[in-house]
């Protein structure tokens, strides 16, 4: 068939077009070939997928950096708790120091006692010479 | 021309990547980033129960800028004083607001973060600027006095100095650590960009074998004692028999190293281990139990004493002027007899006695770990004149620690064996895992019924007719003896007529000893003795360790010991 329509081209160089000329020699329109894949989609998932990302990498970045700021404002607030939280330990040992009790002691008008005795809770026995603690004749005042 | 305008531009461009690149880059990263050094606190120095005697918080030092400050330094120096208290000076810091041509003074060091930042908060608040902070670690001392020459301070750069803080330096500091990060021009750091961390390893807690409570109250009886006999100064220690671990050390007049309060040489020398002196009679103890450990000697043994001993020139005489009088061993020790002593210890040779007193560890370190601990002064037996001879054998003429006197004695209330006292039961690492300090385990140096011996006439001491019954604590037998020593000048190292050491060393229950307690007075008034002024001390000291400690009388009765024949 080729041979033929080569044929043909050589011998009528400007052959006038017509339908009964092309099938006798055995040619016949054909329809255009088309492409099974559509165009448009493709491009829709390409730009999705790269609005995603780009919003995606804006967002993160934003949701960071704000977190960045919020962990910076904790890491003051953490320090500044900690100090708080120290200088209510020191206020607390004060408080809890043996001479701040002393004090205390002393001016409700307690005193050491330097008897020491014992009371055994198994069988009731008191052990050692108990004495009542007489003021004036141990610490009476607090300096230390 | 659009040539040559980009020929230009790529010209620049050339430079700065392919020429300068590397001195841009140093200088953006410079700006960059932040370095953050993150100071490891020092480890904690605690009592026997874990509470804290020395610990480590934030602090901050205050600077100012003069040039912004000036104008307004009278009213910023009340905002600071009234925040800050008696840390600065109201009319110091008025002339260092106003410092001329400067721009940078410091205004207050160590001072704990929650005071400062109430200070810079108050003159932000009132308008004011030019005050600014530096971050630093603080040590405190949440007892202030307490224990003070024990626990010892640190310098300016947190290194111990003196004490345990000093002794244990290396467990107590820690490791600091950093963090690089790059942050933007706000010096926000950014995220996820390069940064590098450092771990910082905090430093390992001390556990003493203190007890607060008994300390704070021995500090207190003995500034008292101190006070009321006008002594130089005055030592109590008090140790447990059994370990060898001192429950309290107190020294006064003493230091605040929290407040920086009377840190001169005399406060801050911890003089239970630097400092000798003359025993004087409590060392009779020690002679009475190497005669003992020989089989030489016993509670009832007789002894003639004369009224007096003429020695290489020297008259050496008792307290009280007596004939010839007729003694047991118990009344030589209970009635505190220098002779009676000196005819007792005839019975052994110098060399003898020096070996028992390098037994009973004087003229060495007594192995308790602490700084500059001194090894007393014992010249060699072989030395000896007649004179040292009579005279160490009462205490004078061999110089102690009271550190070494408690070791001595320890071994005669411990059976006769001897252990080295120790102040630190062990180390924390951060991780929690204790390390006990090493302890040497108690050896016999004299015998079982030596060491009982000698118990006995120390009862006699306490007894209603001995030289202490002061320290008598009704309900237990106690042993002990008093000591009053001639004082040495040590720029002339002779004897200060008038001047003594006055001390008294005990243990209870004296058939069950658990507590050896010794408290020295130096340079009291002129006729306070050792029974009179440092007995009643140790009464009160003992009686509180014995009950702090749950330690309840045996019930049994003191043997009674003649004390004449």
């Not at chain 1, 993160?60 to 962990?71: D, R």
């Not at chain 2, 600077?63 to 600071?80: G, S």
């Not at chain 2, 450092?198 to 008994?214: A, E, Q, Y």
Request: glycine residues 10%; proline residues 5%.
């Amino acid at each position: 068939m080729s041979e033929q329509l080569a044929r043909a081209v050589t011998v009528a160089p400007a052959p006038r077009f017509s339908t009964e000329g092309a099938k006798a020699a055995g040619l016949r329109l054909v329809r255009p070939v088309r492409s099974r894949a559509r165009k448009a989609p493709f491009v829709v998932v390409v730009l999705t997928l790269l609005s995603i990302g780009l919003v995606g990498l804006v967002v993160m970045s934003t949701v960071l950096q704000a977190q960045s700021f919020q962990a910076a404002s904790l890491h003051r607030t953490a320090a500044s708790l900690q100090t708080q939280q120290q200088g209510l330990q020191r206020e607390v040992e004060q408080l809890q120091s043996p001479s701040n009790v002393a004090r205390r002691a002393l001016v409700y008008g307690m005193v050491p006692n330097a008897s020491p005795a014992f009371l055994r809770l198994s069988d009731g026995k008191v052990l050692g010479t108990p004495e009542a603690a007489v003021r004036g004749n141990n610490i009476t005042r607090v300096s230390q | 021309m659009v040539i040559g305008v980009f020929g230009i531009f790529g010209a620049r461009l050339f430079q700065i990547q392919g020429l300068d690149a590397s001195a841009y880059a140093a200088k953006a990263i410079q700006a960059g980033t932040a370095k953050n050094v993150v100071p490891a606190p020092r480890g904690e120095i605690l009592d026997r129960n874990g509470v804290p005697l020395a610990s480590s918080v934030d602090g901050l030092t205050l600077t100012a800028n003069p040039r912004m400050t000036a104008a307004n330094a009278p009213q910023i120096a009340r905002l600071l004083v009234q925040k800050l208290g008696n840390r600065i000076d109201y009319f110091d810091t008025i002339d260092k607001l106003r410092t001329p041509k400067s721009q940078f003074v410091y205004l207050a060091h160590d001072v704990p973060a929650w005071t400062a930042n109430k200070a810079l908060a108050a003159v932000t608040k009132a308008g004011f600027t030019g005050v600014f902070d530096e971050k630093e670690s603080l040590r405190t001392y949440p007892g202030g006095k307490l224990a003070a020459n024990l626990i010892g301070y640190v310098n300016g750069v947190n290194k111990g100095v003196s004490g345990i803080e000093a002794q244990y330096n290396k467990a107590l500091t820690g490791l600091d650590g950093s963090s690089t990060y790059e942050v933007s021009p706000t010096h926000q750091r950014i995220p996820m960009a390069d940064s590098t961390v450092t771990k910082m390893v905090p430093g390992s807690n001390v556990t003493t074998t203190i007890d607060r409570d008994l300390q704070w109250y021995a500090d207190q009886r003995l500034a008292d004692a101190v006070k009321s006999s006008s002594s130089d100064w005055g030592l109590a220690i008090t140790m447990d028999v059994k370990t060898c671990q001192i429950v309290q050390m107190s020294q006064a007049p003493t230091f605040d190293a929290d407040k920086g309060t009377g840190m001169t040489n005399e406060n801050t020398v911890s003089r239970a281990v630097q400092n000798v002196y003359e025993p004087g009679s409590v060392l009779k103890t020690v002679t009475m139990a190497s005669l003992a450990d020989q089989g030489k000697i016993a509670a009832d043994s007789k002894i003639v004493v004369p009224s007096g001993i003429d020695v290489d020139g020297f008259h050496i005489g008792d307290y009280w002027e007596h004939g010839t009088i007729h003694l047991t061993a118990a009344g030589v020790i209970a009635k505190s007899s220098n002779l009676g002593t000196i005819v007792a210890a005839s019975q052994m040779s110098s060399k003898t006695m020096y070996g028992y007193l390098r037994k009973f560890g004087f003229g060495q370190q007594t192995g308790v770990n602490l700084p500059g601990e001194s090894q007393g002064i014992l010249t060699n037996g072989a030395k000896w004149s007649k004179a040292n001879h009579d005279t160490i054998a009462f205490g004078q003429g061999i110089s102690v620690t009271a550190m070494q006197m408690m070791r001595a004695d320890g071994a005669i209330a411990n059976g006769g064996k001897i252990c080295n006292p120790s102040v630190v039961s062990g180390v924390t690492s951060p991780s929690g895992k204790k390390t006990p300090v090493n302890t040497t385990p108690a050896h016999r140096i004299v015998s079982k019924q030596a060491a009982a011996a000698v118990t006995r006439m120390m009862e006699a001491v306490t007894a209603p007719d001995g030289t202490a019954p002061a320290a008598a604590i009704k309900g237990y037998r106690v042993a002990g003896k008093t000591g009053t020593a001639w004082r040495v000048d040590p720029a002339t190292g002779r004897y200060i007529h008038g001047q003594n050491t006055v001390s008294f060393m005990g243990f209870a229950p004296a058939d069950k000893p658990r507590f050896l307690t010794y408290i020295v007075l130096d340079k009291p008034y002129s006729n306070a003795g050792g029974g009179s002024t440092a007995g009643p001390v140790f009464h009160d000291i003992m009686s509180m360790a014995l009950e702090r400690f749950g330690v309840a009388p045996t019930g049994s009765k003191s043997p009674k010991v003649p004390q004449v024949w």
